[in-house]
């Protein structure tokens, strides 16, 4: 069972003033949060609204406190190097209609207030454009298939997928990596992996590339040598 508040926490090297603008522009949230998608019910800006603007339980711009329906709470204060961004989580079993979920949403978590970090730090007030992928976990991830095996803040250069690639290895946690970029405009890819278990039989992994300045034709063509190369590895899992 998962811990009762689990808490994600990250520094940005931003004023608090920048990160908080962040959290509460319309625009800005679309620059991290997530992926793009378009669905019956308005996609990503629909998203964007429910979780953040449709119920919010606290708001308090002077304080740094924002909780989102459900019992998530954030904390935006300043600290040594910029703002320290608090996530704490819902405590489990609040919320019978996603505690199936409880853990997924604690991932994707970690995975957006990383994508915030680097939207404020790499690229205040850039547009992004994405690529999402998902499927099952497999005993390997595809962040091992791929050789990124640098620490946190070091640099690499390797084939990926089909391209030549230099950056910096951006974040580690247990079941996440990201890397920038740099041939994506200085880019962000977030790799995600659970392997198989008790409660995730096939496993289930997760890849979110944010690219910058590449055209309609670019991004067309690294869709297609991911998502070949994505597929092979991570289908999507068969239905019981």
Not at 207 to 236: C, F, N, Q
């Amino acid at each position: 069972m998962s811990e009762q508040r689990p808490t994600i926490v990250v520094t940005v090297a931003a004023p608090v003033e920048a990160v908080w603008d962040a959290l509460r522009d319309k625009d800005k949230i679309r620059h991290w949060h997530g992926w793009e998608f378009e669905g019956s019910e308005g996609g990503l800006d629909q998203e964007i609204d429910h979780i953040y603007f449709a119920a919010i339980t606290e708001e308090d711009a002077q304080a740094g406190v924002l909780e989102i329906q459900g019992g998530d709470r954030f904390v935006v204060e300043p600290a040594d190097g910029g703002t320290r961004v608090t996530l704490t989580r819902a405590a489990f079993g609040e919320d019978p209609e996603w505690d199936a979920y409880y853990d997924d949403v604690t991932e994707g978590w970690i995975t957006f207030l990383q994508q915030l970090r680097f939207a404020v730090e790499q690229h205040a007030g850039d547009a992004r454009r994405t690529l999402f992928y998902s499927g099952a976990g497999g005993q390997q991830s595809a962040a091992d298939a791929l050789g990124l095996t640098a620490p946190v803040g070091a640099s690499y250069a390797l084939e990926l997928v089909g391209e030549p690639a230099t950056g910096t290895v951006w974040f580690r946690s247990e079941h996440q990596v990201g890397i920038t970029v740099d041939a994506w405009g200085n880019g962000l890819l977030v790799l995600s992996h659970v392997p198989p278990g008790p409660d995730k039989p096939a496993g289930a992994a997760m890849a979110i590339l944010s690219l910058y300045g590449v055209d309609d034709e670019t991004r067309s063509a690294i869709d297609k040598r991911w998502r070949d190369w994505w597929t092979t590895r991570h289908p999507e899992p068969s239905a019981s």
